[in-house]
C-alpha cells in the first residue's frame, strides 16, 4: 500500500521560510494535501494540489510537486511563531477512498 | 471554509462505562465520514469509514462491536466506544468529505478520552 514519509522535526528563525518535505510511494495517488495541527487540536486543511499540477501558491504558502521523484514539499515564507504547528502530507489512495497520512513533522519557529 | 465539529472537545469516564462521540458537518453535506484515532506525538490512524445509511468498514484490527459507528444523515455520525478501558484512551478525531467530488475532507477539533 502507499507509504507516505516526512522528516520529523524542523527548526527556523522568524521572518524565514520554511520547507516541509514529503515522499509517496504510490504515482497513481491524485490528490495531496498539507494540514496543520496545532496543539490539543483537530487538522486543518492549509491546501491541496491535484497530481496534473506542478505547483500550488495560496498566500505564504507554495506547494511543489515532483510526481517524477513522488515528492511534495510546502514551503511557508516569512514564517511566523503562529506557525509554529505539526504539519502533516497526506495523499488519496489510488482507490480515491482513504487518506494516508505521513508522520507529521513538528515545526519550530524560533524568536 | 468548512466546518466539522465534534461533542464532547473531552470526557473522563469509569472503565466499563461508555462513551458517544458526535461528529457534525455544519455547512456542508458530508458523502463520507472518517473515524480517527490518534496517539501522543503519532500520526492519526484511521478507524473506520462510515456513508450515510450503511454500514461503516473498519479498519484491520479495529474492534467493529467496540467502536460503533453509527451514520444517521449526511451531516451527523457518532463513535460509541462500549465497556470502555484505560487502553482506549485516546484522541479522536472525525473528519467528513465535501460531497463535491473534489476530496475535499475537513477534520474536526478531536475529542480527548480518558478513562480511568
Known amino acids: 500500500g502507499e507509504d507516505v514519509e516526512q522528516s520529523l522535526f524542523l527548526s527556523v528563525r522568524e521572518g524565514d521560510s520554511s520547507v516541509i518535505n514529503c515522499t509517496y510511494t504510490d504515482s497513481s495517488s491524485t490528490y495531496l494535501y498539507w494540514y496543520k495541527q496545532e496543539p490539543g487540536a483537530g487538522l486543518q486543511l492549509l491546501t491541496y494540489i491535484f497530481s496534473n499540477m506542478d505547483m500550488k501558491q495560496d498566500q505564504r504558502l507554495t506547494v511543489l510537486l515532483n510526481k517524477k521523484d513522488k515528492h511534495l514539499s510546502l514551503r511557508i515564507a516569512d514564517t511566523q511563531t503562529g506557525d509554529s504547528a505539526i504539519y502533516f502530507c497526506a495523499v488519496l489512495d489510488n482507490y480515491g477512498q482513504n487518506f494516508v497520512f505521513g508522520p507529521g513533522t513538528r515545526l519550530s519557529v524560533l524568536p | 471554509g468548512a466546518v466539522v465539529s465534534q461533542h464532547p472537545s473531552w470526557v473522563i469516564c469509569k472503565s466499563g462505562t461508555s462513551v458517544k462521540i458526535e461528529c457534525r458537518s455544519l455547512d456542508f453535506q458530508a458523502t463520507t465520514m472518517f473515524w480517527y484515532r490518534q496517539f501522543p506525538k503519532q500520526s492519526l490512524m484511521l478507524m473506520a469509514t462510515s456513508n450515510e445509511g450503511s454500514k461503516a468498514t473498519y479498519e484491520q484490527g479495529v474492534e467493529k462491536d467496540k467502536f460503533l459507528i453509527n451514520h444517521a444523515s449526511l451531516t451527523l455520525s457518532t463513535l460509541t466506544v462500549t465497556s470502555a478501558h484505560p487502553e482506549d484512551s485516546s484522541f479522536y478525531i472525525c473528519?467528513?468529505?465535501?460531497?463535491?467530488?473534489?476530496?475535499?475532507?475537513?477534520f474536526g477539533p478531536g475529542t480527548r478520552l480518558t478513562v480511568t
Open positions: 473528519s467528513a468529505r465535501v460531497r463535491s467530488g473534489t476530496y475535499e475532507q475537513y
